[in-house]
């Protein structure tokens, strides 16, 4: 079965650490990937997305994430964390196009991040 | 730039009245979602569709029904609310490079 793994529940970084956060997926094919942020009381911001090309990924407020095809996965970084940091981080992927896939995407139960200043 | 807006923000519901969450966008996606989430739990598909009169059920269809009879709407009705129901429902549309777009949420809660 298609899923999306995020193994940490919570990561715990100080303000200006350097922080990774996980996320492995088991698709068949070359599959889209997305970063999204939930901030409390918000909707899910999309971050960035892989689609082919360059390995590293550059997204919004100064996150990247890393595709490493060999090991299917797609690890969100920041090389300097803020406090604003702090929120709930999705990773999803969408498989493939084909006969009832019709573009849903694979969502992580998501890792709530905390930047402590 | 609206994007995707969500009513109400909260509500309350008795068991078994019924309500609908609307859901409106302004970017002519043609695709969109309900999702519900619950602590712990991500993010779970209710329903989706690909166009105005289009709609197909996802994981967790049972007690709601869809209607999408233009691009811009996609109500979500609860019928007969139930106390497993209580959840923040968001609704989202998706661009053809299929990011997709969320609204704020609708907080619900069934006693």
């Known amino acids: 079965a298609q899923s999306v793994a995020q193994p940490e529940d919570q990561v715990n970084v100080a303000e200006g650490n350097p922080l990774t956060v996980k996320c492995t997926y088991s698709v068949s094919g070359n599959p889209y990937l997305f970063w999204y942020v939930q901030y409390p009381n918000r909707g899910l911001q999309f971050l960035l997305k892989y689609i082919t090309g360059d390995n590293l990924v550059k997204g919004s407020y100064g996150f990247e994430a890393e595709f490493n095809k060999s090991q299917t996965s797609f690890h969100l970084k920041k090389p300097s964390a803020l406090v604003s940091d702090s929120a709930l981080y999705f990773c999803?992927?969408?498989?493939?196009?084909?006969?009832?896939?019709?573009?849903?995407?694979?969502w992580g139960l998501g890792t709530s991040l905390a930047v402590n200043p | 730039n609206a994007g995707v807006t969500q009513t109400p923000k909260f509500r309350i519901l008795k068991i078994g009245q019924s309500m609908t969450l609307q859901c409106t966008q302004d970017?002519?996606?043609?695709?969109m979602y309900w999702y519900r989430q619950d602590p712990g739990m991500g993010l779970k598909l209710i329903y989706y569709s690909v166009g105005a009169g289009i709609t197909d059920k996802g994981e967790v269809p049972n007690g709601y029904n869809v209607s999408r009879s233009t691009t811009e709407d996609f109500p979500l009705r609860l019928e007969l609310a139930a106390p497993s129901q209580t959840s923040v429902y968001f609704c989202?549309?998706?661009?053809?490079?299929?990011?997709?777009?969320f609204g704020a949420g609708t907080r619900l809660s069934v006693l």
């Open positions: 999803a992927v969408r498989p493939p196009i084909n006969a009832g896939n019709n573009r849903k995407l694979i």
């Open positions: 989202a549309s998706s661009d053809p490079q299929d990011i997709q777009y």
């Open positions: 970017m002519n996606h043609n695709y």
